[in-house]
C-alpha cells in the first residue's frame, strides 16, 4: 500500500499562484532545454530507467494535458464527480505510471517533438493563467491526496523538474 505525501510539501513550488507559474515557466524552459541536447539518444533507454527520453518527453505531455483538463473543471462551476481514491503504486521506491499515461514504445519523433511540445506548452500554461486556490474543489492524485488547482499546478513543475533531474542523471551515467 501507498503512504500518501503530505502535498504542503508541494508549496515549495509556489506560494502563490504567481509564484507557482513562474516555477512553472522555469520548470517547463530547463526541461525543454535539456531535451534539446539529447538528440543522440534520443530513442535509446536511458541507464537505470525503462524510457528513452522520446519516452520521457511523451509521458510529460500525457500527464499535463491530462491535468489540464482537470485544472479546466477544477477552476470551472460545473459540478465535481467524486473519484476513485486509488493510491498509486511504488515499485522499488519508485512511482508508477498509470497506463493512460504510459508513453508508446516510440515516444515522440525527433523531428516533431518540439511542435508537440510547444503546443502542449501553450494550451497548459493558457489553463494555468486562470489557476487560483480552489478551496473546497479538488480532484484525488494518487500519491498526494486531494488537490485543489494551485496544488495540482505546483505537482506539474515538481513532475516536469524529477524527470528532467531523471534524464540529467542518465546522461552523465551513461556519459
Known amino acids: 500500500m501507498t503512504t500518501l505525501q503530505d502535498p504542503a510539501g508541494l508549496r515549495a513550488l509556489g506560494a502563490t499562484p504567481d509564484e507557482a507559474r513562474a516555477r512553472l515557466t522555469k520548470e517547463f524552459d530547463r526541461l525543454e532545454a535539456h531535451l534539446r541536447a539529447r538528440q543522440a539518444d534520443w ?3 536511458q ?18 494535458m491530462g491535468i489540464a483538463r ?6 470551472s462551476e460545473r459540478e465535481l464527480t467524486p473519484s ?3 493510491p498509486g503504486t511504488l515499485k522499488d521506491g519508485k512511482r508508477q505510471t ?17 511542435t508537440r511540445w510547444a503546443e502542449h506548452r501553450a494550451a497548459f500554461e493558457q489553463v494555468a493563467a486562470g489557476v487560483r486556490e480552489t478551496p473546497g474543489r479538488t480532484m484525488w492524485h494518487p500519491f498526494f491526496g ?3 488547482a494551485l496544488d495540482w499546478l505546483r505537482m ?3 513532475h516536469a523538474r524529477n524527470h528532467r ?7 552523465a551515467a551513461g556519459a
Open 43 to 45: 530513442t535509446r533507454t
Open 98 to 114: 498509470p497506463p493512460f499515461a504510459a508513453p508508446s514504445a516510440d515516444g515522440l519523433a525527433w523531428d516533431t517533438w518540439e
Open 156 to 158: 506539474v513543475s515538481g
Open 70 to 75: 482537470l485544472l479546466g473543471l477544477l477552476l
Open 146 to 148: 486531494e488537490l485543489d
Open 47 to 64: 541507464p537505470g530507467r525503462d524510457w528513452s527520453p522520446a519516452q520521457e518527453a511523451e509521458h510529460v505531455v500525457l500527464i499535463d
Open 165 to 171: 533531474l531523471l534524464l540529467e542523471q542518465s546522461a
Open 84 to 86: 476513485a481514491q486509488v
